[in-house]
T-cell receptor, first 113, second 113 residues
Framework: DGGITQSPKYLFRKEGQNVTLSCEQN?????MYWYRQDPGQGLRLIYY???????QKGDIAEGYSVSREKKESFPLTVTSAQKNPTAFYLC????????????FGNGTRLTVT | GNSVTQMEGPVTLSEEAFLTINCTYT??????LFWYVQYPGEGLQLLLK?????DKGSNKGFEATYRKETTSFHLEKGSVQVSDSAVYFC????????????FGSGTRLQVQP
């Protein structure tokens, strides 16, 4: 079955450490996205990539970095510069046209203490 | 810029009651509109979509009509079940540029037996 796999489901880190969240898709989608979800705030776009080897900042990119070396993979690094990193992170992909819906992974809950 | 406003929750209903969750939007251009559903601890699943004015999206007994004149996309269901308990997100897609989704803050629905 095609889908998006995020790992791990839960992640714990100490303040000051960088951490990388994995996102892999086998849907052959060109576009991939990272969203952050906080209680009562909906989803906010961190980074997106419409094609391999290219990515763009979303609305809240500060303190995050990404890479897109393969079509299937779009890892997100939460750096120590991110002031409030504890959140639920969702990866998504789409065909990339204007009307195409996003397909989401099951998310990674990151807790930084 | 684009924005989506949803009614605040939680919405608590008895089984078989009628459901309405209000959603209004602000957008330039001609966005597509979506409803997503999120069950506890999971990612988002597409529930329904509409791509142009007066389109009606429907799925699993849920319906929503794209109303350009009132910039609304209210979600309705005639008879809710306990299994419908979840968080519902209204979203719009940008028809140009980054083609990401802009989400509302989500509405939690609790259905009691």
């Amino acid at each position: 079955d095609g889908g998006i796999t995020q790992s791990p489901k839960y992640l714990f880190r100490k303040e000051g450490q960088n951490v990388t969240l994995s996102c892999e898709q086998n849907l052959n989608h060109d576009a991939m996205y990272w969203y952050r979800q906080d209680p009562g705030q909906g989803l906010r776009l961190i980074y997106y990539s419409q094609i391999v080897n290219d990515f763009q900042k979303g609305d809240i990119a500060e303190g995050y970095s990404v890479s897109r070396e393969k079509k299937e993979s779009f890892p997100l690094t939460v750096t120590s510069a991110q002031k409030n990193p504890t959140a639920f992170y969702l990866c998504a992909s789409s065909i990339g046209t204007g009307n195409s819906p996003l397909h989401f992974g099951n998310g990674t809950r990151l807790t930084v203490t | 810029g684009n924005s989506v406003t949803q009614m605040e929750g939680p919405v608590t209903l008895s089984e078989e009651a009628f459901l309405t969750i209000n959603c209004t939007y602000t957008a330039t251009g001609y966005p597509s509109l979506f409803w997503y559903v999120q069950y506890p601890g999971e990612g988002l699943q597409l529930l329904l979509k509409a791509t142009k004015a007066d389109d009606k999206g429907s799925n699993k007994g849920f319906e929503a009509t794209y109303r350009k004149e009132t910039t609304s996309f209210h979600l309705e269901k005639g008879s809710v079940q306990v299994s419908d308990s979840a968080v519902y997100f209204c979203a719009l897609s940008e028809d140009t540029g980054r083609r990401a989704l802009t989400f509302g803050s989500g509405t939690r629905l609790q259905v009691q037996p």
